[in-house]
């Protein structure tokens, strides 16, 4: 059983930024592509960015390109979402998720086995 507690959100002002954390245990962290989703209120829960086990591929969602860099520790068995230049538009709980996968990590949340509790990220104007 794998845990993921996240930790990093907050209230920050438009154009600011976040850094997110994902801190692993209980599994084999490089058994596992992770991947970043947010839900805002009445929306489905979407990808916001992915890695594969060696981080060595990415993926990111259009609503972040350019602005989030997602990255893994794996010596720490940690990933991270480094948001810049946010919008409103990203406020939304944010959840880690990992994937037991050796392949490239997937963009749907249905493919993710474990799940972190959340963390709230508020974006003012």
């Known amino acids: 059983q794998v845990q993921l507690v996240e930790s990093g959100g907050g209230l920050v002002q438009a154009g600011g930024s976040l850094r997110l954390s994902c801190a692993t245990s209980?599994?084999?962290?490089?058994?596992?592509?992770m991947g970043w989703f947010r839900q805002a209120p009445g929306q489905a829960r979407e990808i916001v960015a992915a890695?594969?086990?060696?981080?060595?591929?990415?993926f990111y969602a259009a609503s972040g390109k350019g602005r989030f860099t997602i990255s893994r520790d794996n010596s720490r068995n940690t990933v991270t979402l480094q948001m810049n230049s946010l919008k409103p538009e990203d406020t939304a709980v944010y959840y880690c998720?990992?994937?037991?996968?050796?392949?490239?990590?997937?963009?749907?949340?249905?493919?993710?086995?474990?799940w972190g509790q959340g963390t709230q990220v508020t974006v003012s104007s």
């Open positions: 998720a990992a994937q037991w996968t050796s392949l490239a990590a997937g963009v749907s949340a249905r493919e993710y086995d474990y």
């Open positions: 890695i594969n086990w060696s981080g060595g591929n990415t």
């Open positions: 209980g599994g084999t962290f490089i058994r596992y592509a």
